[in-house]
């Protein structure tokens, strides 16, 4: 069973910057695309970034600018830069997988005060 495990959560200032990162139990290249979502309370699952191999990056409108999502293959892990974090950005954060299955990650909380 692969597993997809978060860390770097935590609360930060807003203005702030903190890196999430996805280490995957297998090689990370069994992933097609692999993304990063977000659940903040009472809120609907967002996706935030996302790439596509040899294809093109995704990021949702609240992201672009602030957040750059990345790959260390080497390390079997994906990042989640975020930079000038701001309060609405509070949210549990989930990395996401898809390969010839898919798999969600656990969650990482991150918390932006004002």
């Known amino acids: 069973q692969v597993q997809l495990v978060e860390s770097g959560g935590g609360l930060v200032q807003a203005g702030g910057s903190l890196r999430l990162s996805c280490t995957v139990s297998?090689?990370?290249?069994?992933?097609?695309?692999m993304s990063w979502y977000r659940q903040a309370p009472g809120k609907q699952r967002e996706l935030v970034a996302s790439?596509?191999?040899?294809?093109?990056?995704y990021y949702s409108d609240s992201a672009k600018g602030r957040f750059t999502i990345s790959e260390d293959s080497a390390k079997n892990t994906m990042y989640l830069q975020m930079t000038s974090l701001k309060p609405e950005d509070t949210a549990v954060y989930y990395c996401?997988?898809?390969?010839?299955?898919?798999?969600w990650g656990q969650g990482t909380r991150v918390t932006v005060s004002s």
């Open positions: 790439f596509l191999r040899r294809s093109n990056t």
């Open positions: 297998e090689n990370i290249n069994i992933f097609v695309s």
């Open positions: 996401f997988g898809t390969g010839t299955r898919e798999y």
